[in-house]
């Protein structure tokens, strides 16, 4: 199979999983969404928690010393959290949700809602970052480039499919314009992987996995109606995270 394979499987299986989703969605009450929805939440939650878990990685802490990698992944939220405030990556990604969605109800020819706008707008954001923030995702496309195969990106795959079913239940269209979100970030990481080989020792994809875990828990408190945190802004620190570990290796 030719590198690329996972992700357009995985395209394909959350625009199917939005489709079930929405026609299941109009046949369920409110609550009854609400409820599939503070299901996905304790769901991410718990892939957060497995995710942070890489904190206790023995190769990491080889690498930077036993206390350095809760310093590091603290750093990486700082500093990741001020570019991405300065970028406005968080207002972009609603911005570009807004526009697409607009874009999407004039050609259908249909009158915009502010209710509808923010929920498209909520599911565009939320699931975006559910998919495309998580090991699978770096792993597998990157895998994928090196030519070892798309077998995790097709795990990711299954998974996404039946979250955007749970997503697009309550949240609706907008879920599946997070297959755009998925097509630049694991195609672009595809890529990294085909040019630039095995660019993650154990300890950097340590530091990027607990990263974001604690971003993912982020998205969970979201979906719980807890707080509304920016997690849009915190991505930056997916960058910051391997690059902190590679200076304390380096001054070590």
């Keep these: ?30 609550r009854t969404r609400d409820v599939v ?17 890489s904190i206790a ?17 603290l750093g990486s939220l700082l500093l ?6 300065l970028l406005g990556i968080e207002e972009g990604l609603e911005r570009f949700g807004a526009w ?19 929920r498209f707008i909520e599911g565009f954001v939320s699931s975006s970052l559910v998919f495309c923030v998580g090991p699978l995702t770096v792993l597998g496309s990157i895998n994928d480039g090196l030519g070892n195969g ?11 499919g039946f979250a955007a079913i749970a997503f697009a239940a309550s949240l609706g269209w907008g879920v599946g314009a997070s297959a755009i979100a998925i097509f630049f970030v694991q195609g672009s990481l595809t890529v990294l992987g085909a040019v630039l080989g095995d ?8 530091a990027l996995t607990t990263t974001g875990g604690l971003m993912l828990v982020g998205v969970g408190l979201r979906l719980l109606r807890i707080k509304q945190l920016p997690v849009g802004d915190l991505l930056p620190a997916l960058l910051v995270a391997p690059l902190l570990t590679a200076a304390v290796i380096a001054v070590r």
């Design 1 to 30: 199979m030719f590198p690329g394979v996972g992700t357009l499987v995985n395209i394909a299986t959350v625009l199917v999983g939005t489709v079930i989703g929405v026609l299941v969605g109009h046949r369920l009450a409110q």
């Design 37 to 53: 929805t503070d299901g996905l939440g304790l769901v991410t939650l718990l892939i957060a928690a497995v995710s942070a878990a």
């Design 57 to 73: 990685d023995p190769a990491w802490a080889d690498a930077v010393g036993d206390s350095a990698p809760m310093l590091i992944v």
């Design 80 to 85: 990741g959290g001020i570019i991405g405030s």
């Design 100 to 118: 697409l969605q607009h874009r999407l109800r004039s050609r259908a020819g249909g009158r915009e809602d502010s209710a509808d706008r923010q």
């Design 150 to 160: 798309a077998d995790q990106l097709f795990l990711k795959a299954a998974l996404d």
């Design 199 to 206: 660019v993650l020792p154990d300890a950097h994809l340590a």
